[in-house]
């Protein structure tokens, strides 16, 4: 329970709150590679704001407010030029850093241009998503963590969620919830839908712990059977701050992503690599696919046969901004309580002038997080679970991605793998 | 700001837990046990029927548990 005044401070995501200025210190995926390849220019929210993002003839990748300096018109509808994006009003053209390079209409022989540039972003491409920085400068390195560099066979599913972020994220800091909404339900769901849910989720937990690391909050847990031994409390996985969670299992690897699209408007994002550690034969890529996830039934009714589904129904019906002056916490959401903390702290630092928690300055090749190989102790039955009851159902790469994780498999059994 | 996509709850306070919220307002610790400077952050929570709050000071970096016990002081036994 928080007074309204703290939840309000938690859940903001504008510009000029103390939240919103915390945000605003990293990078976020605002389009898939495949869109900039398929129309050059887009128009795009985040945090709040809207931005035409763009991709140069030569591959390079621009982001400047919406709203052209000179009469407000939307440079999302704007002309791709080999320099910059030239707004579809009067022609004028703003360059990467923001600057406005030409004003047709007007002599050149004045300081008008100078007074007019856009206050532009930093933008660039990694692991299929185009990734962007709002923030002030100078911009921090884009984080390469191990999933958008990892060899292996990708997919991206997505769904827009009508919630805030922050109570997205307080789902990964509650590892209860797993034997209880992906265990108790899914088996209720799975008896009156006739199919049988997988039992590794409905494990019982015996103990669980959180531990404060550079990237945000490595999650543990011991389940029934287990022991501190298990990968589930001696690797965990993480909460990587401020939106995003590491998960994986099997050969299975995963960025969970939660993009403050608005303060109500949460892009959740399924960022999945396929990669079993002994057997696996690389599949090439033209481009990484991308897929919706469904959120609703024709009826209006949240989608629940499936995992990810299970968690949106508990994101989404707790209201579009979770009124936490009325909620009841137990022992067992000391996570979020932690987590609240976390972002509490972060808004001091940034105010002190300081960087926030998981943000990188120096250049890099890959971040490595933690996680566990041996989900729920399940062994590679995780991976099968994982492709038939998750969101990878929906996949349109669902029949490759289960050969991949079974073709494995086999040359690992036949000796053959590597 | 665009429409919000379909599926969007929009609840009003939840009157049911009033009195809860009011307390929660009345008893949150004011002041770190450390410092005597006001806490950034009070999550109250729940255990038994304990009231508990995580607390956490920005000017010292305190973080702990503050129970309020009411006048009765409760000890234990365990087995011997």
Redesign the interface.
């Known amino acids: 329970?928080?007074?309204a005044e703290?939840n309000d401070e938690l859940t903001q995501v504008d510009a000029g709150t103390p939240m919103g200025e915390v945000l605003r210190r990293y990078w976020y995926p605002v389009a898939f590679t495949r869109e900039l390849a398929e129309f050059p220019v887009k128009r795009v929210?985040l945090l709040?704001e809207f931005f035409a993002l763009w991709r140069s003839p030569s591959g390079r990748y621009g982001i400047v407010p919406e709203a052209c300096p000179h009469r407000k018109a939307s440079m999302a509808y704007g002309v791709v030029e080999p320099d910059g994006l030239r707004c579809p009003y009067h022609g004028w053209v703003f360059d990467e850093s923001g600057a406005c390079i030409e004003q047709p209409a007007e002599r050149d022989d004045t300081r008008f241009g100078a007074r007019v540039s856009a206050k532009a972003g930093v933008a660039e491409e990694l692991g299929g998503l185009v990734w962007a920085y709002v923030g002030p400068g100078p911009a921090p390195r884009l984080p390469r963590f191990d999933v958008y560099v990892m060899e292996g066979f990708r997919d991206i599913g997505w769904?827009?969620?009508?919630?805030n972020y922050v109570q997205i994220m307080e789902n990964a800091v509650d590892p209860h919830h797993v034997e209880w909404l992906h265990g108790r339900y899914f088996s209720f769901i799975g008896r009156h839908e006739g199919f049988t849910s997988p039992a590794s989720f409905a494990k019982k937990h015996v103990k669980v712990g959180f531990t404060p690391f550079e990237w945000g909050i490595i999650k543990r847990r011991v389940l029934e059977g287990a022991s501190e031994e298990n990968d589930d409390w001696k690797v965990g996985h993480p909460l990587v701050f401020p939106y995003n969670m590491r998960v994986g299992g099997g050969g299975v690897h995963q960025m969970q992503i939660r993009v403050p699209v608005?303060r109500?408007?949460t892009r959740f994002m399924l960022y999945t690599v396929h990669r079993p550690d002994e057997g696996y034969e690389h599949v090439e890529q033209p481009m990484v696919p991308d897929y919706r996830i469904p959120?609703?039934d024709e009826n209006?009714r949240?989608v629940v046969n499936y995992v990810e589904g299970q968690d949106i129904m508990a994101w989404?019906?707790?209201?579009?901004i979770t009124?936490r002056?009325?909620e009841?916490?137990?022992?067992s959401?000391?996570g979020?309580?932690?987590l609240?903390?976390m972002f509490?702290?972060q808004m001091?630092r940034v105010a002190r002038g300081e960087d926030p928690i998981g943000t990188i300055r120096e250049e890099h090749e890959r971040i490595d997080l933690p996680c566990e190989k041996d989900k729920f102790h399940a062994g590679a039955r995780f991976a099968l679970d994982f492709c038939d009851m998750g969101s990878t159902r929906f996949s349109p790469m669902l029949d490759t991605i289960k050969k991949i994780h079974v073709s494995a498999a086999e040359r690992v059994a036949s000796g053959s793998a590597s | 700001m665009r429409p919000a996509p379909p599926g969007r709850v929009e609840r009003g306070p939840d009157r049911r837990f009033a009195a809860d919220a009011a307390a929660h307002r009345r008893d949150v610790p004011r002041h770190c046990p450390q410092c005597g400077a006001p806490p950034a952050l009070a999550t109250e929570f729940w255990e038994g029927s304990a009231r508990r709050f995580y607390c956490w000071c920005s000017a010292c970096g305190w973080t702990g548990e503050i129970t309020p016990t009411g006048a009765t002081a409760v000890g234990h036994e365990p087995e011997h």
């Open positions: 329970m928080l007074t703290q929210e709040g769904a827009d969620l009508p919630c608005n109500t408007t959120v609703l209006g949240h989404v019906t707790q209201g579009a009124d002056t009325t009841h916490l137990g022992r959401d000391i979020v309580a932690m609240r903390k509490r702290e001091d």
